[in-house]
C-alpha cells in the first residue's frame, strides 16, 4: 500500500497534506516521464492522472473544473496527444511520456500558442487556460496547422470557458497556429 | 495617450502566471496537517429531518468527526444573511425563514447542507459521509415560480404564508392606469425568463484554518468579496472576531456573480477547522455546483405598452413572479426588485411606468445575482416589448426605437433612476451601418432561397452599473454602504504597491489599474504591483460585482494617487529648495518656476523616506495615501445589439450569423480588455438564449446537474463578434468610466430572441431556443410556409 493512504497525515511521509488519495485496493508501481523528468511512483490503482500530478507532483496547473470530462481544464499531453487527464488512470500511463502546461515553454521561452494566448488576450480568469493551450497545441500538430476559423471552434469542441466567448480563443488559436508553422519551417 | 496609459491595449501582466501553470487558485493550495470536508447534502427537495445516525460514518477509517445542524446551533454559529431589507406594498417587512449554515429540523432543496464530514483524505472524507445515515420524512415539493403561490402549495418556512417573501412595487399606478386607457395602441406579453446556473469554470472552495496560538482564523476561499465576507462571517454569522479573521481569495477562477455570496461551506470550514483543531479544506465538485451554488433569473412576467396615436410610448407596466429559491441567499431580495424595476424605462422616454414584483420561495437551488443581475430581466422585457409593439403597429423597430429614445441629460425616469449621460442614437445609427441593416432584405431572400428562415432583431440595453451612492443603496434598503477603498504605496525605489478593495477574477485589474497609475505617476507600468484578496493586506473593500471596479474601484485609486501628488510636491519643493506651491508635476517630472532643477518621482520618493531635507515638524516623512470613493450616482451604460440569426426549418438549428456590438462604457482603460468582457458577456446572454436553461422536475430534483444535462456554449455555438464604441463619459466619476462587465449578458437575450421571432413570423418561441422548440416553432412559421 503506499503509505498515503488509509491512513493519519501525521504517519505520511512524501506527498504531503494536498494528497487526497483513494482508500487503497492495492498499489501500482509507475514510471512516467513528465515534462522530461522521469519518476518512479507507487499510485493507488484507482488514482486519477491528474490527482497523480496535481497532489503528487505539486504540478497545479493542470485544472479540475468537472466531473464528467466535459470541461477539458484538465488537458495534457500523454504520449504526444492531448488526453482529458480526469479520464486517465495514473496506473495505466507506466512507461509513458506526459507533458503538461509547466513544461511548455522551453529555456524560459513560452511557446508559441502560449505567447498567442497572451498577445490575444485569450484568456481572462485563466483558469480553463492551461487545458485550453494544451489542446490548442494538439490541435495544429493533428491538423499540421491548417485551420480555418470553423475548424478551429470545431476543434476546442472538448474545452469549455465561462470567460471569453470564445472569440480571441479562436483568435489566439489561430496565430498560435501561424507561429508553430513558422517555426517547423524555420526547423526544417 | 502613452504605451501603458490610460487608453491603450496593454497586454495584461497577470497572464504570465496563467499561460505557464503557474496561478494559484484556493485548490492549489495545501495547509499543513490540513483535513478534508465532504457535505451530506439532501437528495429531497422538501423533508422533515427525523434523524441523522453518524455512528458508522465515525468509525470508518480516517473520519475525524461529523457535526450537524444540532452542532451549529450549540456553537451559536448565526445563520447565513440576506442583506437587503424588501418592503412589502403594505409597508411590512419581508418575510424571511432562517438559513442555517447546516439543515436544522427540515431541508428545502435538492443539496440542502445536512452534515458535514471531516477526514484525513478526500476518498476517506467520502466514504465516511456515505455511512451517515439520514431519516427523512419527504413533504411535497413546491418548485414552480408560477404556482407557488397558490393554495394548497406546500409551505416552505412557517414566516412567509403563501411561500411569499414579499409583494413589492415601484412607480405610479394611478397614472399608469390612466395611460393605459387613453393608449392607442396596447401591447400585451407574457415571458419566461428562463432560469440559469452560473457555472464559473473554478468550482468554489474553501479552506478554514485555525491558528490557537493567536486565536485567530483564516481563510482561503474564491470570493469575489473577501473583505465583505469578513464582515458577514463576523458580524452576523459570529465565526470570529473581525480582526482575528483573515479572508484570501488569491486567483478566483471566474465569478460571475456566484462567487459574491456567503455560503454554508466556507462557514462551515471555517467553524469545523476550530473544532478539530486542524485546516479544513473543501473543494466543490461540479455536481455540488449546480445542485448548491446560486442560480440566476427564474422570473415569470406579464408585460404591457401603452403607445399614441403618434407612436409614443405613453406607458409600461409589468407583473413579474420571482424566484428566489428555497432560502434567501446574500443579495437575492435586491436582484428582482431594486436591480430590476429601475431599469424598465430602458432607453426610452417613458411617462408612466408601474412594476410589481412577487418574491417566493420555492423548493429549488437559492437565487441570487448571476452576470447583470436584474438587469438582464428587464431589458428582456423592455426589449421585447419594444419589438412586438414596433411589429404590430407596422413600424421598423429600429425606427420605433429611435423615434422614443431619451435625447436630453440629465434624464429622471419615473422609476428612481437620474440617467446622466448617453446618446443612443449615435449607438444606433453606428450598429445599423456595421450590421449592414440595408443588406439584409437581399440575405434574407438568399437564406430563403436554400430554404433557410433569416432573422435579425434588436437589444438596445441600458444598465445601472458601479453600484453606488451608499446613501442611495441604504434608503432602498442595503444593509451595506458600496464605495470602494484603495491605498497606494510608494516605496523608497519609486515602485509602487496599489492596494485596492475590489477583486480581479478574470477582470485584469492588475493591468487596468496599473495603466491608471502608470499615466497619473509618470512611471513604467512594470513598477507597479495591484494587491487585492486579502484582508490582512487591503484595509477594506467592497469587492467586485455590478460592473464597479472600474468606475468605483479605480476612482479610489485616483484619488488616492491625487493625494500621493499632493505629498510628493512638498517634498519636492523641500528638495528644490523652492516654495511648495511653485511645483509643478507633470509626466513623472517635478518642476518649479523657481528653479531649472528638476527631480524625478523615484528621486523623490527617496527623499520623502530618507527625509533629509525636511524637519519631523515640517512634514511627516513617507509616501503613502489611501482615499475612499462614494459616487453620487449609479453609471449608465448603454448600447445597442443586433443579432442575425440563420434558421433551417428541417433541423431546428439556429446560427448566428453575424453579432454587431455598439457600447458606450464612457471611457475606457483598456479597450482590448473591454472588447473582452463584451465578448464573454455576449456568450452568456446567447448561452441564455440558445441553449441553458436549469430544469427541476416536480418533486424538485435537479435534471440539469452536470454538463452533459446543462447546455454550455461551446465556442462552435458562436460566432465571432462585431464590437464597437461610442462615448458620452460618466460625469459622475473622475475618470468617466460607465463599465463594461455585464452589458453583453444583458443585451444579448432579447437580441436574439428579436432575431429567431423575426425570422419565424411569430412570436411564440421561449428561451432556450434549443433546436426542438425552434424546430416546432418553424412548423408554424407563416414564412416557412409562405416558402412551401
Known sequence: ????????????????????????????????????????????????????????LRLTGTHVGCDTSQCGACVVHLDGRAVKSCTVLAASCDGSKVATIEGLAQDGKLHPMQEAFRENHGLQCGFCTPGMIMAAVDLVNRTGGKLDEHAIREGLEGNLCRCTGYHNIVAAVKAGAAAMGGMRQAAE | MSATGIGASVRRKEDQRFITGKGQYTDDINRPGQAYAVFVRSPHAHANLKGIDASAALKSPGCLAVYTGADIAKDKV????????????????????????????????????????????????????????????????????????????????????????????????????????????????????????????????????????????????????????????????????????????????????????????????????????RPVKWTGDRTEAFLADAHGRDHVTSAELAIDASGKIVALRAKTKANLGGYLSTFASSVPTYLYAPLL????????????????YTNTAPVDAYRGAGRPEATFVVERLVEVAARQIGQDPAEFRRKNFIRSFPHATPVIMTYDAGDYEACLNKALELADKNGFATRKALSAKNGKLRGLGYSAYIEACGIAPSAAVGSLGAGVGLWESAEVRVNPTGSVEVLTGSHS???????????????????????????????????????????????????????????????????AGFVLEVPENTVDFKEGIFSSSATNKTLTFPEVALQAYIAHKFTGAQLEPGLKEGAFFDP?????????????????????????????????????????????????????????????????????????????????????????????????????????????????????????????????????????????????????????????
Open chain 1, 1 to 56: 500500500m503506499f503509505s498515503i493512504f488509509g491512513r493519519r497525515a501525521a504517519d505520511a511521509p512524501a506527498g504531503g497534506p494536498g494528497a487526497s488519495g483513494q482508500q487503497s485496493s492495492g498499489v501500482a508501481q509507475v514510471s512516467i516521464t513528465v515534462n522530461g523528468k522521469a519518476a518512479t511512483a507507487a499510485v493507488d490503482p484507482r488514482m486519477l492522472l491528474v490527482h497523480y500530478l496535481r497532489e503528487q
Open chain 2, 345 to 360: 424605462s430602458g432607453q426610452y422616454d417613458i411617462p408612466a411606468i408601474y412594476c410589481e414584483v412577487d418574491g417566493v
Open chain 2, 78 to 277: 448565526g445563520n447565513l444573511i440576506c442583506g437587503w431589507m424588501i418592503l412589502s406594498k403594505d409597508g411590512s417587512q419581508m418575510k424571511m425563514g432562517p438559513h442555517p449554515a447546516l439543515a436544522q429540523g427540515k431541508v428545502r432543496y435538492v443539496g440542502d447542507h445536512v452534515a458535514v464530514v471531516i477526514a484525513e483524505t478526500l476518498a476517506e472524507a467520502k466514504d465516511a459521509a456515505e455511512k451517515v445515515s439520514v431519516t427523512y420524512d419527504v413533504l411535497p415539493a413546491a418548485v414552480d415560480v408560477a404556482t407557488t403561490q397558490n393554495t394548497g402549495q406546500p409551505q416552505i418556512h412557517a414566516e412567509a404564508p403563501n411561500n411569499t417573501v414579499y409583494q413589492w412595487h415601484l412607480g405610479d399606478k394611478a397614472a399608469v392606469d390612466a395611460a393605459f386607457a387613453g393608449a392607442k395602441h396596447v401591447t400585451k406579453i407574457d415571458l419566461v425568463n428562463n432560469r440559469l446556473i452560473p457555472n464559473a469554470i473554478e468550482p468554489r472552495a474553501a479552506i478554514g484554518d485555525y491558528d490557537s496560538g493567536t486565536e485567530s482564523l483564516t481563510l482561503h476561499t474564491t470570493s469575489q468579496n473577501p473583505h465583505v465576507a469578513r464582515l458577514v462571517l463576523s458580524a452576523f454569522i459570529g465565526i470570529a472576531p473581525e480582526h482575528k479573521l483573515r479572508v484570501i481569495a488569491p486567483d478566483v477562477g471566474g465569478g460571475f456573480g456566484s462567487k459574491i455570496f456567503i455560503y454554508a461551506e466556507e462557514t462551515v470550514c471555517l467553524w469545523a477547522a476550530r473544532k478539530v483543531g
Open chain 2, 505 to 571: 477574477h478574470g477582470q485584469g485589474h492588475e493591468t487596468t489599474f496599473a495603466q491608471l497609475t502608470s499615466q497619473r505617476l509618470g512611471i513604467p507600468i512594470e513598477q507597479i504591483t495591484v494587491v487585492h484578496g486579502d484582508t490582512d493586506k487591503v484595509q477594506f473593500g467592497m469587492g467586485t460585482y455590478g460592473s464597479r471596479s472600474g468606475a468605483v474601484g479605480m476612482s479610489a485609486i485616483y484619488y488616492a494617487i491625487d493625494k500621493v501628488i499632493v505629498k510628493a510636491k512638498k517634498v
Open chain 2, 632 to 788: 453620487t450616482n449609479f453609471t449608465f451604460p448603454s448600447g445597442v445589439h443586433i443579432c442575425e440569426v440563420e434558421i433551417d426549418p428541417e433541423t431546428g438549428s439556429t446560427r448566428i450569423d453575424r453579432w454587431t456590438a455598439v457600447d458606450d462604457f464612457g471611457t475606457l482603460i483598456n479597450p482590448m480588455i473591454v472588447e473582452g468582457q463584451v465578448h464573454g458577456g455576449i456568450a452568456q446572454g446567447v448561452g441564455q438564449a440558445l441553449l441553458e436553461g436549469a430544469v427541476y422536475d416536480k418533486e424538485g430534483q435537479l435534471l440539469t446537474a452536470s454538463y452533459m444535462d446543462y447546455c454550455m456554449p461551446r465556442a462552435g455555438d458562436l460566432p465571432s463578434f462585431q464590437v464597437a464604441m461610442t462615448s458620452t463619459p460618466c460625469p459622475s466619476n473622475p475618470l468617466g468610466i460607465k463599465g463594461c462587465g455585464e452589458a453583453g449578458a444583458i443585451a444579448a437575450p432579447a437580441a436574439v430572441v428579436n432575431a429567431l421571432t423575426d425570422a419565424l413570423g411569430h412570436e411564440q418561441i421561449a428561451m432556450p431556443a434549443t433546436p426542438l422548440a425552434v424546430w416546432r416553432a418553424a412548423q408554424k412559421s407563416p414564412m416557412k410556409m409562405a416558402a412551401e
